[in-house]
């Protein structure tokens, strides 16, 4: 395991309305954290936690959204605007204050790191006040930060783990590249890690458990059936979950009435369904 970088921790998305997401996410059968109302930076924001595999580090997808434009700090407008999707990548490092000067002697200039402390409100419990320390996003091929939990258990009550569609890991983020070799490169380097080039076309590295993987567009659609977004630089556009069981998924899909591709080893979700995001499922184990 990398010394400076540990895990790819959780997935920021932006999307328009949270409550409408946050909908689209229940239909889907994931379970939402409650509503954290983040009035000094004017977001909102819910989480879909599951199962870290890595100690120490947490494995979510965060949904967020604008509640006041007027707060919102100048650093957060870019990461929240545009189209609807994953727009940041957050690891985790286990200390990021000795992390920092290391990463800028290897090429990557993050700032020392600041720390964060904010309310969570717990329905019917009171509140609880998550801590992090936390390094800005520096220019990368995709925007990722690196965060340091002092109080990684609040993610991780047991109630917030247990989805109706039996989801229990994130196990990727996915992404398309103009040069998805170059792409994964800046990643391995940072990640200390050696990456690895899939029969699918994919080029994947991970720091710890959770990969990043990515496509040129051809592969992606070939892989996928869904076209990316346009564009000629790197982007975000999905992810992959494992889940207790593809046919239990598929079943409550099929209640909800959310359009899928089912085959044996995988569902699909589409970009229409999920703010955005393509949803690989794949069954636990396989």
């Not at 290897?106 to 964060?116: I, K, L, S, T």
């Not at 990515?214 to 869904?226: H, I, K, L, N, P």
Request: proline share 8%; charged share 20%; hydrophobic share 40%.
């Amino acid at each position: 395991m990398s010394q400076d970088i540990d895990e790819l921790d959780h997935l920021l998305t932006y999307v328009h309305d949270l409550d409408a997401a946050a909908q689209a996410y229940q239909r889907l059968g994931f379970r939402l954290t409650p509503l954290s109302d983040i009035t000094s930076l004017g977001i909102v924001n819910r989480l879909i936690p599951m199962r870290p595999r890595t100690p120490g580090a947490a494995n979510f997808i965060e949904l967020m959204a604008i509640r006041d434009a007027n707060r919102l700090p100048e650093a957060m407008r870019p990461v929240l605007s545009g189209s609807q999707g994953i727009k940041s990548m957050v690891m985790m490092s286990g200390d990021v204050a000795s992390a920092q000067p290391r990463l800028v002697e290897r090429g990557y200039p993050f700032a020392p790191p600041a720390h964060v402390s904010r309310e969570w409100v717990i329905p019917g419990e009171g509140s609880v006040w998550p801590e992090f320390d936390v390094m800005l996003p520096i220019p990368a091929p995709l925007p990722f930060n690196v965060c340091q939990y002092h109080n990684v258990e609040l993610y991780l009550r047991e109630d917030w783990l247990e989805h109706p569609n039996g989801a229990q890991h994130m196990l990727a983020c996915l992404a398309v590249s103009s040069d998805p070799a170059a792409t994964i490169d800046y990643f391995a380097r940072l990640f200390g890690r050696q990456a690895r080039q899939d029969a699918n076309g994919g080029h994947a590295v991970s720091p710890g458990a959770t990969e990043l993987v990515v496509y040129d567009g051809q592969a992606f659609e070939e892989r996928y059936g869904f076209a990316p977004e346009p564009g000629t630089d790197a982007r975000f556009a999905g992810y992959r979950i494992a889940v207790r069981s593809l046919a239990g998924l598929h079943v409550l899909l099929d209640a909800n009435q959310v359009a899928h591709q089912n085959t044996p080893d995988r569902i699909l979700v589409g970009p229409d369904a999920a703010c955005g995001n393509l949803i690989e499922f794949v069954e636990l184990g396989a």
